[in-house]
């Protein structure tokens, strides 16, 4: 099998300001439409992904089954650590690396019952 990660990537061009996640530099944006964008990321084991506070309302990357309102929305395979990023404002980042494969879903704690859930993908 092919794996694209491991093909020489296309130089960024323009402003540099990628608004797409990347295969290298993965970004998961939140808006102020609740959303997490992409809503689904798919990443291989070891990368790190980036939570990019696009919007003017504060939110959170969480994934506490502990903490979760609904239990679906904080889904963790087995041997993989909760996380929670705290606040992050407008404008500010946050990331995360992910080593453990499997099926990840994680909410905004702010606005978990507005909606904002995301998942991830990590493949081995
Ligand atoms: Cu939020």
């Given at each position: 099998?092919?794996?694209?990660?491991?093909?020489?990537?296309?130089?960024?061009?323009?402003?540099?300001?990628?608004?797409?996640?990347?295969?290298?530099?993965?970004?998961?944006?939140?808006?102020?439409?609740?959303?997490?964008?992409?809503?689904?990321?798919?990443?291989?084991?070891?990368?790190?992904?980036?939570?990019?506070?696009?919007?003017?309302?504060?939110?959170?990357?969480?994934?506490?089954?502990?903490?979760?309102?609904?239990?679906?929305?904080?889904?963790?395979?087995?041997?993989?650590?909760?996380?929670?990023?705290?606040?992050?404002?407008?404008?500010?980042?946050?990331?995360?690396?992910?080593?453990?494969?499997?099926e990840?879903?994680?909410?905004?704690?702010?606005?978990?019952?507005?909606?904002?859930i995301?998942?991830?993908?990590?493949?081995?």
């Amino acid at each position: 099998m092919v794996s694209l990660g491991t093909l020489p990537l296309l130089q960024a061009c323009g402003d540099g300001s990628a608004r797409e996640s990347d295969v290298n530099n993965p970004v998961v944006e939140m808006n102020d439409q609740l959303q997490f964008a992409p809503g689904h990321l798919t990443i291989r084991a070891g990368q790190t992904v980036t939570w990019r506070n696009a919007g003017a309302m504060v939110h959170t990357s969480t994934c506490n089954p502990a903490t979760a309102q609904r239990p679906e929305h904080a889904v963790l395979p087995e041997g993989a650590a909760p996380w929670d990023s705290g606040l992050i404002r407008q404008g500010e980042s946050w990331n995360r690396r992910f080593d453990v494969p499997g099926e990840y879903t994680y909410l905004c704690t702010p606005h978990e019952s507005g909606g904002m859930i995301g998942s991830l993908t990590v493949e081995a």
